[in-house]
């Protein structure tokens, strides 16, 4: 029987389980995760801080989970060591003896990542972070959060990137007064250009967070707050450490494999050392955009067809992302290249700004194809765009109808009109067709959807999609018998 061993029970641990599962049911599988929890979802962090979500309902796996796909589950335990001559694996619970050493075939790490913090005097303690100071990573940090942030105390957040914004609006939900601190100029610099930046932080200042952009921490002081590089204040009695993260290689490295800013992998998901593969945050692949769940879930499903030899010609070529801010009363997505100047003479770039509305659409086209989209405060035109991207077909000639989401593709006016191969659900490339056969295998129900098919558990922007086609699905088709 063929041994694979998975370092990390993250989502992406989680679901290369799940898909060796589902493609062989006789492969051993043992799991060793860090985090005492079940694996959940990361992306849906921002609502446990918000106090809209239980940290129950952000569970990937129910305790019987392990038992019910015979899959050797171990909660709270490290992976102390890598003997690649004798293709086995260390491990222990934190703090205890080593237990016996576990054998592989085939060893995939995925470790995640580590946040970063900021060398500013006074955040971190012997190693640790400082009392007052917390990560925004997991979901012990959110119980921390949840147990220090009260309603009208001041908090800073440390970083305006992606994470940063969903933790200062998850804050801001509960009543805190928030001022984020980033060292761009404008926010998620990554994902947007500085016209998007300034609309939303025209948007989220509206509902009381405060920014102070171009800007670094230079000192906290306990109970007190942050002293900035221009030698401003910034009061605080916590601060919300969201400044980024690093890939967790620090086992690799001890293992001796090939590290660069991550575990470097080849198409195959193969480190330096071809019995060990890496997937998700802590591996680096051309392809990959760190931070995000869909490359982490792609690498599963490849990986998850080569070791148990369903496709052993898959490989990994990198994926197209679409990003989505998970925030409450704020909607908004970027994808492809949305760096490309309006003047671009290769490229076709139209802009609508209506910052008093929060509304920023940015579109760019070549040779009639999306190429990248920044769409903020219109999901209508934010859903189209995607489509459009995913599958390479042709924009509707009426850009502006487009960006203003007025105008639909022919072959998407409604779900009838959408093909079977149509991605309903980029987070998990879930398509129509995999929608419209769980229902008719008898998922009549969102929840039974969601379980059945895993739309809608990622960023959650796909529901109202997924509504739409169980809608049609009962006023068009028989119902299931």
Same mark, same amino acid.
């Given at each position: 029987?063929?041994?694979?061993?998975?370092?990390?029970?993250?989502?992406?641990?989680?679901?290369?389980?799940?898909?060796?599962?589902?493609?062989?049911?006789?492969?051993?599988?043992?799991?060793?995760?860090?985090?005492?929890?079940?694996?959940?979802?990361?992306?849906?962090?921002?609502?446990?801080?918000?106090?809209?979500?239980?940290?129950?309902?952000?569970?990937?796996?129910?305790?019987?989970?392990?038992?019910?796909?015979?899959?050797?589950?171990?909660?709270?335990?490290?992976?102390?060591?890598?003997?690649?001559?004798?293709?086995?694996?260390?491990?222990?619970?934190?703090?205890?003896?080593?237990?016996?050493?576990?054998?592989?075939?085939?060893?995939?790490?995925?470790?995640?990542?580590?946040?970063?913090?900021?060398?500013?005097?006074?955040?971190?303690?012997?190693?640790?972070?400082?009392?007052?100071?917390?990560?925004?990573?997991?979901?012990?940090?959110?119980?921390?959060?949840?147990?220090?942030?009260?309603?009208?105390? /001041?908090?800073? @957040?440390? %970083?305006?990137?992606?994470?940063?914004?969903?933790? #200062?609006?998850? &804050? *801001?939900? $509960?009543?805190?007064?928030?001022?984020?601190?980033?060292?761009?100029?404008?926010?998620?610099?990554?994902?947007?250009?500085?016209?998007?930046?300034?609309?939303?932080?025209?948007?989220?200042?509206?509902?009381?967070?405060?920014?102070?952009?171009?800007?670094?921490?230079?000192?906290?002081?306990?109970?007190?707050?942050?002293?900035?590089?221009?030698?401003?204040?910034?009061?605080?009695?916590?601060?919300?450490?969201?400044?980024?993260?690093?890939?967790?290689?620090?086992?690799?490295?001890?293992?001796?494999?090939?590290?660069?800013?991550?575990?470097?992998?080849?198409?195959?998901?193969?480190?330096?050392?071809?019995?060990?593969?890496?997937?998700?945050?802590?591996?680096?692949? /051309?392809?990959? @955009?760190? %931070?995000?769940?869909?490359?982490?879930?792609?690498? #599963?499903?490849? &990986? *998850?067809? $080569?070791?148990?030899?369903?496709?052993?010609?898959?490989?990994?070529?990198?994926?197209?992302?679409?990003?989505?801010?998970?925030?409450?009363?704020?909607?908004?997505?970027?994808?492809?290249?949305?760096?490309?100047?309006?003047?671009?003479?290769?490229?076709?770039?139209?802009?609508?700004?209506?910052?008093?509305?929060?509304?920023?659409?940015?579109?760019?086209?070549?040779?009639?194809?999306?190429?990248?989209?920044?769409?903020?405060?219109?999901?209508?035109?934010?859903?189209?765009?995607?489509?459009?991207?995913?599958?390479?077909?042709?924009?509707?000639?009426?850009?502006?109808?487009?960006?203003?989401?007025?105008?639909?593709?022919?072959?998407?006016?409604?779900?009838?009109?959408?093909?079977?191969?149509?991605?309903?659900?980029?987070?998990?490339?879930?398509?129509?067709?995999?929608?419209?056969?769980?229902?008719?295998?008898?998922?009549?129900?969102?929840?039974?959807?969601?379980?059945?098919?895993?739309?809608?558990?990622?960023?959650?922007?796909?529901?109202?999609?997924?509504?739409?086609?169980?809608?049609?699905?009962?006023?068009?088709?028989?119902?299931?018998?």
């Amino acid at each position: 029987m063929r041994r694979v061993v998975i370092v990390g029970y993250g989502m992406a641990g989680a679901r290369l389980a799940d898909e060796l599962r589902r493609r062989d049911q006789d492969i051993s599988i043992t799991v060793v995760g860090a985090e005492p929890h079940a694996a959940y979802n990361r992306v849906l962090l921002s609502t446990v801080v918000a106090g809209t979500m239980t940290p129950e309902s952000t569970r990937l796996h129910d305790e019987r989970w392990a038992d019910e796909h015979r899959v050797d589950l171990r909660l709270g335990w490290e992976v102390r060591e890598v003997d690649r001559a004798a293709r086995t694996v260390v491990v222990g619970r934190a703090g205890g003896d080593p237990e016996p050493a576990i054998p592989y075939d085939a060893l995939v790490l995925a470790t995640g990542s580590v946040p970063w913090v900021p060398p500013a005097e006074g955040l971190t303690e012997d190693g640790r972070l400082a009392p007052g100071v917390v990560a925004f990573r997991t979901l012990d940090d959110c119980a921390q959060i949840e147990a220090k942030a009260g309603k009208g105390m /001041p908090v800073a @957040v440390l %970083g305006g990137g992606l994470l940063g914004i969903e933790a #200062a609006r998850g &804050l *801001a939900g $509960r009543g805190c007064l928030v001022t984020v601190v980033h060292p761009v100029g404008h926010l998620m610099e990554r994902q947007l250009d500085p016209a998007a930046g300034g609309v939303l932080a025209r948007t989220l200042g509206k509902l009381g967070i405060e920014f102070r952009l171009n800007s670094m921490a230079t000192k906290y002081l306990p109970g007190d707050g942050l002293i900035l590089d221009d030698g401003t204040h910034v009061p605080a009695e916590l601060v919300v450490v969201s400044a980024g993260v690093r890939a967790e290689t620090s086992l690799a490295v001890r293992a001796g494999l090939t590290v660069d800013r991550g575990i470097v992998v080849d198409d195959a998901l193969r480190t330096s050392d071809p019995r060990i593969h890496a997937i998700g945050d802590c591996a680096q692949h /051309p392809g990959t @955009v760190s %931070g995000l769940v869909q490359p982490a879930w792609d690498q #599963a499903a490849v &990986l *998850a067809d $080569r070791l148990t030899g369903t496709d052993p010609s898959a490989r990994y070529r990198g994926t197209s992302v679409v990003t989505r801010l998970k925030a409450r009363d704020i909607d908004l997505a970027a994808l492809g290249d949305v760096h490309t100047d309006v003047d671009c003479p290769d490229s076709e770039v139209l802009c609508f700004q209506e910052p008093s509305r929060g509304r920023y659409a940015k579109l760019v086209l070549r040779d009639d194809r999306v190429t990248g989209a920044i769409v903020l405060g219109a999901p209508d035109a934010a859903a189209t765009i995607t489509q459009l991207y995913d599958r390479g077909i042709p924009a509707p000639t009426d850009r502006l109808a487009l960006l203003l989401g007025r105008a639909l593709p022919a072959e998407a006016a409604s779900p009838a009109d959408l093909p079977s191969s149509a991605v309903i659900c980029r987070c998990n490339t879930v398509s129509k067709g995999q929608i419209v056969s769980a229902w008719r295998a008898g998922a009549e129900s969102l929840p039974q959807l969601a379980e059945a098919t895993r739309a809608t558990t990622g960023c959650g922007g796909c529901k109202d999609a997924v509504c739409g086609l169980l809608d049609w699905l009962g006023a068009s088709q028989p119902a299931p018998a």
